[in-house]
T-cell receptor, first 114, second 112 residues
Framework: DAGVIQSPRHEVTEMGQEVTLRCKPISGHNSLFWYRQTMMRGLELLIYFNNNVPIDDSGMPEDRFSAKMPNASFSTLKIQPSEPRDSAVYFC????????????FGSGTRLTVV | DQQVKQNSPSLSVQEGRISILNCDYTNSMFDYFLWYKKYPAEGPTFLISISSIKDKNEDGRFTVFLNKSAKHLSLHIVPSQPGDSAVYFCAAGDSGNTPLVFGKGTRLSVIA
């Protein structure tokens, strides 16, 4: 298995532009998580899905952020409009519910908003 | 309010010595704990975990200790190697379906 695949690896965009981050979870995993890593807050959970259904989006910082999971093999995180303070590394992770094995993370998308 | 705290942002250890990374938690509902390792430009990777019914779990050079009464866990790496230099995240979860909660991480530097 290729693991959790995220694209793009790097994104540089201008303030006000729409940004879409993509994630392909591991086949067979039924939970998907979007995390954001910053120096100040570490790894913070934005939203997670179980069986393609959004369960908790309380971590999404503002209405500018939205996430979808149209099927078991694809999810997107969209920021519209983007702001410089959104600059961070965004990770997608998936799991199949075996708690002691945790989650498998993708390599992340480094977003820079200028 | 941080439920999982890693109070040391960084740690420097000589090669061959023991590295001890610490983590504290506040939520008594947590019943399993994990350590992740993260290299630059990569995602975190699972390292070792422990259930609350145990107080120690060992895997090669890595041992995790859990002190439930103190709500404290630690990761011991013996002997430390330069390839262990990375950011280590502590994470905790409960028996329900709530997601893992991560600490802010500790950057370990192993000096040759």
């Amino acid at each position: 298995d290729a693991g959790v695949i995220q694209s793009p690896r790097h994104e540089v965009t201008e303030m006000g532009q729409e940004v879409t981050l993509r994630c392909k979870p591991i086949s067979g995993h039924n939970s998907l998580f979007w995390y954001r890593q910053t120096m100040m807050r570490g790894l913070e959970l934005l939203i997670y899905f179980n069986n393609n259904v959004p369960i908790d989006d309380s971590g999404m910082p503002e209405d500018r952020f939205s996430a979808k999971m149209p099927n078991a093999s694809f999810s997107t995180l969209k920021i519209q409009p983007s702001e410089p303070r959104d600059s961070a590394v965004y990770f997608c992770a998936s799991s199949f519910g075996q708690k002691l094995y945790g989650y498998t993370f993708g390599s992340g998308t480094r977003l820079t908003v200028v | 309010d941080q439920q999982v705290k890693q109070n040391s942002p960084s740690l420097s250890v000589q090669e061959g010595r023991i590295s001890i990374l610490n983590c504290d938690y506040t939520n008594s509902m947590f019943d399993y704990f994990l350590w992740y390792k993260k290299y630059p430009a990569e995602g975190p990777t699972f390292l070792i975990s422990i259930s609350s019914i145990k107080d120690k779990n060992e895997d090669g050079r890595f041992t995790v200790f859990l002190n439930k009464s103190a709500k404290h866990l630690s990761l011991h790496i013996v002997p430390s190697q330069p390839g262990d230099s990375a950011v280590y995240f502590c994470a905790a979860g409960d028996s329900g379906n709530t997601p893992l909660v991560f600490g802010k991480g500790t950057r370990l530097s192993v000096i040759a």
